[in-house]
């Protein structure tokens, strides 16, 4: 349990998921299912996260009070690679009615996703139009390139709200993740430009940057985040090309 800039991170481990479903929709399930517990601990203290979390520096029990204390009417999300588009799933138009009750996502963030159709050419799945939504992709990532990108492409001249993207130059896929980073047992340096690769700490801190921003300008309207989603502010340590896709006319 991590608490930062008085919001909640509560991660759901869709990496366990990818041992054992290539279905999308089961990872926005999953995303709902821990939202459903969250709504039950946010508004009563109950329900199976009670009594659950633990201290992430020392793997003990808390038991602090989230009644009254955790809105869940302006949530936030982000995947990572098959996890993006889990996200990207678990809010589209066509899945918003399986939001668990007294549940509203504010803002949407695509980390490297993977993304393809089924049935080809069908993208109804993952289409976002009147949510705010990013995407993150790296100009090096040797696993899925520049596919996110693709999603801002889906949705020009449909959506209502701004949605935005970033493409590191440099950056590969796995560094977004630690368990996914060498020295780790399965981590890997998947990028196309070694020669010119940022190194794993230099790759978060701009997602990092760029993430903050995101939440903070679409959850609680900080203008300052909006330099940074336009390109205006520069993020830390990283060289980036940002695409801002206006709502239609």
């Known amino acids: 349990m991590v608490c930062r800039d008085s919001g909640r991170d509560q991660r759901p481990p869709q990496n366990h998921i990818n041992q054992t479903s290539f279905d999308y929709g089961d990872r926005a399930r999953l995303v709902n299912e821990h939202l459903r517990m969250w709504q039950q601990l946010a508004t009563s203290g109950a329900g199976p996260l009670a009594g659950r979390l633990v201290a992430p520096d020392t793997g003990q029990p808390v038991t602090p009070e989230f009644t009254g204390h955790v809105d869940m009417t302006r949530v936030g999300t982000l995947g990572h690679s098959r996890g993006g588009k889990g996200v990207m799933w678990q809010a589209s138009d066509k899945h918003r009615g399986e939001w668990p009750a007294g549940v509203r996502i504010g803002a949407v963030l695509g980390l ?138």
């Open 112 to 249: 490297a996703p993977v993304n393809f159709d089924h049935p080809e050419g069908d993208h109804s799945d993952t289409l976002i139009t009147t949510l705010p939504f990013t995407v993150v992709t790296s100009g090096c990532d040797g696993a899925v390139g520049e596919v996110g990108q693709q999603y801002l492409d889906d949705l020009a001249g449909r959506n209502t709200v701004t949605a935005y993207s970033v493409s590191l130059l440099n950056a590969n896929h796995n560094y977004y993740n630690t368990s996914w980073t060498p020295p780790f047992e399965f981590g890997e340096d998947d990028s196309t430009c070694p020669a010119q690769e940022l190194a794993p700490a230099q790759q978060r801190d701009a997602l990092t940057a760029y993430a903050v921003a995101f939440y903070r300008y679409e959850l609680y309207g900080d203008q300052n985040g909006l330099l940074v989603l336009t390109g205006q502010r520069p993020l830390p340590g990283a060289t980036a090309k940002v695409r801002v896709v206006p709502p239609r006319l």
